[in-house]
């Protein structure tokens, strides 16, 4: 048996080959690139038509095969691994519908090459635009909770030890905050992607006086990749996109891991509704945060995959190869849709999210967070450099520890203790005053 895609190899492919390579991917591949390639189809056709590179009535009947292809969709397109990929495979579909002759036409001018690039970019560009949308989503949760959440104070945390009064709003602030930059870095990467790659034919362009910006503006794009053997080679417009949902993975996992600890029994911070929980299948008193591990874990595998993909393209030659045109794109499509689904997720956590606004409250009072306050005021009204402010607040908050006091138990008297301990002398200050610098609320106002 010869192929049936070329005179120039006189055996079909081999069963592991169409089995192992062919099968696999035209099943994944066909169903995403099947309304791209009917789009760079019309396109191509179109600029033949203009630039008078087809007669008419053969533009016509491929014009017809095209919508009727479109119209009926790919479950009518018979689908043969043997054939090899989703090219060839609507090729032929193609060919069966107008006629050999006339269906063998439209390949005029162009290769599999620049027809991969160009819709690899096509869906790199409806990924990075789907990104935005759904970033600008989690974004929008974000900010209406940090609104709602103004003055719903809570303890700031650094090395997970208290630090200083902050409100859950400005905690939802500061992640609208770093999607802002998630989004900006898609954005720039996806200018990066809108440059057209078709007419580039396999490596060195054509002979055909055809119209590359005529097909880039009917597709969409921006521009054209100007340099041929560029546009089929380049690929790192994909890991650019990868690496910022890298980023954002890293990003969420860390809000996750914050919210996975503070909706513990032992921190009793944040509760999630039960739609959003799992339990087990012993233990009955069990809610688990399944959504926030998911998260949690999807980063690792959003990093694994940005390996996965350098580590495939790096070394390969500068032009098309399977390995970098097919192979590297492979963990760049799984990831765009693990990231997707994550961050239909982080913006499900973010508006699910409850804060025990008294249990807050409660932690922040006693925990001593306030201290910085107090050593500030010590600096503005009694003329201490801030390390002696520094020493006479620590001592202070460690003889209330020693007593098991929270900070709204402290006041002048044993702040004066201190003071006696540390530089010699009392403080000119009001007992008013210290309780004041010691009040969450009036530390988060300002």
Not at 409 to 435: H, P, T
């Amino acid at each position: 048996m010869t192929s049936k895609v070329s005179r120039r190899l006189t055996e079909g492919t081999a069963r592991e080959v169409t089995e192992n390579i062919y099968a696999p991917r035209l099943a994944k591949d066909f169903p995403a690139v099947f309304p791209h390639l009917n789009d760079v189809n019309q396109a191509h056709l179109l600029m033949l038509l203009e630039q008078g590179l087809m007669p008419r009535d053969a533009a016509a009947r491929l014009a017809r095969a095209l919508a009727r292809i479109e119209a009926e969709g790919m479950a009518a397109v018979p689908l043969d691994p043997s054939i090899e990929d989703a090219y060839f495979n609507y090729e032929a579909h193609l060919m069966e519908v107008a006629g050999s002759h006339v269906g063998g036409y439209l390949h005029m001018a162009r290769s599999r090459n620049d027809i991969l690039a160009t819709m690899d970019r096509m869906r790199a560009r409806d990924l990075a635009l789907d990104l935005i949308d759904q970033l600008g989503a989690v974004r929008r949760a974000a900010l209406d909770g940090a609104l709602r959440h103004a003055e719903t104070v809570m303890p700031g945390y650094t090395h997970l030890q208290p630090a200083q009064p902050i409100t859950y709003g400005f905690y939802l602030g500061a992640i609208a905050e770093a999607v802002s930059r998630d989004i900006e870095r898609v954005r720039q990467v996806e200018r990066l992607i809108d440059q057209c790659p078709l007419g580039a034919g396999a490596l060195a362009g054509t002979s055909f006086a055809i119209d590359r910006a005529a097909t880039a503006q009917l597709l969409g794009f921006e521009a054209v990749v100007p340099h041929a053997l560029d546009a089929v080679a380049a690929r790192d417009f994909a890991l650019e996109l990868l690496s910022a949902m890298t980023i954002c993975a890293v990003g969420w996992s860390r809000f996750a891991q914050d919210y996975f600890v503070w909706c513990t029994h032992e921190f009793g911070l944040i509760d999630f509704p039960d739609r959003v929980a799992g339990t087990s299948s012993i233990m009955p008193q069990k809610k688990n945060p399944v959504v926030l591990e998911y998260l949690k874990g999807k980063a690792g595998h959003l990093i694994g995959l940005l390996t996965a993909s350098l580590s495939t393209i790096k070394g390969v030659h500068y032009t098309h190869t399977g390995d970098g045109s097919r192979e590297g794109m492979r963990s760049f499509w799984e990831a765009g849709e693990e990231c997707l689904r994550s961050l239909r997720l982080l913006e499900l956590v973010v508006r699910s999210a409850t804060p025990d606004v008294e249990a807050m409250a409660r932690r922040v009072r006693r925990d001593f967070s306030s201290a910085t306050d107090l050593a500030d005021l010590l600096v503005k009204r009694c003329g201490l450099s801030f390390r002696e402010s520094h020493h006479v607040v620590g001592a202070v908050v460690r003889q209330a520890m020693d007593r098991s006091l929270g900070a709204d138990e402290v006041d002048l008297a044993m702040l004066n203790i201190a003071a006696v301990e540390q530089l010699g002398a009392s403080l000119d200050l009001s007992d008013a005053e210290v309780r004041a610098s010691l009040d969450p609320l009036a530390s988060v106002r300002g």
